[in-house]
RNA sequence: GGAGCAGUACUCAAGAGGCUGAAGAGGCGCCCCUGCUAAGGGUGUAGACCGGGAAUACUGGUGCGAGGGUUCAAAUCCCUCCUGCUCCGCCA
């Protein structure tokens, strides 16, 4: 969501912004929303006049019949019902074109940032940089629900009947493997300064409609039933929601958090859930950083913020890579996006284990998130990335370490949290 | 889930239909005094959001947990909801 005084002023940068999306069907709202909202302050400036002649006059009725003066005070009395008869008609019109503005303003892409890659869709996002070597062991490495299936890792004959597809049973070692990985993950940005963070996994429709577009919401969100309640997708949806309606004092920024939280997605859309194994499901856990800061400070937490990510998966010794989102793949809400791809020897192909996003002010406008500085309060900026994804990182961690024997290496950073143990096999 | 109480500005808190944008205190700003000291006196300070305006001038509107309602007029009366506290019930 942008500032609607840019559309006021500028409105050919944000139609340009429009453009570099590839959204041109969404040009046409620029016009719309110009007009709706010239109407909307003119009606606003006639209807703030009338409720200035009512206090007006409701003062001096009062004034009126202290006086004993009645019948003077019943004349006005008239006169402000008329003006409340006028205003019925203008405030419902006020409601419904702020609400109309409202929408369009929901649907009119955040400004990306200059350095975002142009391009129209997931198959023009950008390799930025590799960080570690892609190894291909001379031998096949199996498809990841196999390697843990002959380590009696996983059990899905029964997560489907218990839940359908899309769930999974871990077992014995694996699940243990799974849970250190987290842990590590939120000791390892512990040990960078953030604060840890558990926070309420499920989170209201106001909150939800804060943090994501509409669109994101029906295809990701499970709502639980008879309740105003969401399972969240991400912590990012409970953390960045934590700050809805707040000012912040200046001097507490940056703010830097880890948190916790398992995952539910519906996984509606392009790809749905028919792929086999743990790679698409809908329940899985997450170590989130999250950083609220200020606006000039974004860029910077942006570029701190991915190399996180690529450091736990390096001291993980999982080769991967950045792939930066292009214009046309970016979310609505952000102003530049990468993702952070791990290395598979078995697909000898990157693939998706987590994704840093700055949404600048946008986030922070739809939910009202500021700063609480000297000269007033301003809004901030929000940020979001992927500390560890699992499974899918315990994926790239299993493809990377197996041996051919079909045992795998336990990483030497892992072992603390694993009692010791050195390697996983039959 | 049941019962009771409460939600006012940075904080505490008064207010119980109009004279309340909101007493008082703390805090904070400034000034003064001072050997009796984690001190005294004086004085000032009210936010936020949306408009008009070149404007940091001036000005209108909104606003006392949220949303409705009654009224010429609501922090104040009524309804619904949310949150917190206390007690009961239930339960990891």
Request: charged fraction near 30%; aromatic fraction near 8%; glycine fraction near 6%.
């Amino acid at each position: 969501m942008i500032d609607i005084n840019v559309i006021r002023n500028n409105p050919d940068i944000v139609r340009e912004n429009i453009k570099k999306k590839f959204q041109d069907t969404k040009l046409e709202l620029v016009d719309e929303v110009i007009e709706l909202d010239i109407k909307n302050r003119k009606l606003k400036m006639e209807a703030d006049g009338l409720r200035q002649k009512r206090n007006e006059n409701s003062d001096k009725i009062g004034l009126l019949y202290r006086e004993g003066k009645q019948e003077d005070a019943e004349v006005l009395k008239e006169e402000v019902k008329e003006i409340n008869d006028k205003l019925i008609d203008m405030e419902k019109e006020e409601v419904e074109l702020s609400t109309k503005i409202k929408e369009i303003m929901y649907k009119i892409p955040n400004f990306i940032d200059d350095s975002v890659p142009l391009g129209k869709d997931d198959a023009e996002n950008v390799e930025i940089e590799k960080f570690g070597e892609p190894v291909v062991p001379d031998y096949e490495i199996p498809y990841h629900a196999d390697i843990i299936n002959n380590l009696s890792g996983l059990d899905k004959d029964s997560s489907g009947r218990t839940s359908g597809s899309g769930f999974y049973y871990l077992m014995g070692n694996i699940a243990r493997l799974h849970s250190a990985m987290l842990s590590y993950a939120r000791d390892f940005m512990i040990n960078n300064g953030f604060t840890y963070c558990i926070p309420p996994f499920m989170i209201r429709s106001d909150v939800v409609s804060g943090v994501m577009s509409f669109e994101e919401m029906n295809n990701m969100m499970y709502k639980i039933e008879g309740e105003d309640l969401f399972l969240i997708g991400t912590s990012e949806h409970s953390m960045i929601g934590k700050f809805k309606d707040q000012a912040i004092n200046e001097n507490e920024l940056p703010l830097m958090l880890t948190s916790y939280s398992p995952c539910f997605r519906k996984e509606v859309g392009a790809h749905g859930i028919e792929e086999r194994g743990i790679y698409r499901v809908h329940q899985f856990e997450k170590q989130e950083m999250v950083v609220i800061c200020k606006m000039e400070d974004a860029m910077d937490w942006y570029n701190k913020m991915w190399k996180f990510t690529v450091d736990f998966f390096r001291s993980l010794d999982v080769p991967v890579r950045t792939l930066e989102c292009c214009s046309g793949d970016l979310a609505d809400l952000k102003v530049k996006s990468c993702d952070i791809e791990a290395w598979s020897p078995r697909q000898q192909k990157y693939f998706e284990v987590g994704s840093c996003s700055t949404l600048g002010d946008a986030q922070a406008r739809r939910l009202n998130i500021k700063a609480k500085g000297e000269g007033g309060n301003y809004l901030v900026a929000t940020l979001n990335n992927t500390v560890l994804a699992s499974p899918r990182g315990l994926i790239a961690l299993i493809e990377n370490n197996y041996n051919e024997d079909g045992s795998i290496n336990v990483p030497e950073v892992l072992r603390p949290y694993m009692g010791g143990l050195e390697i996983i096999k039959q």
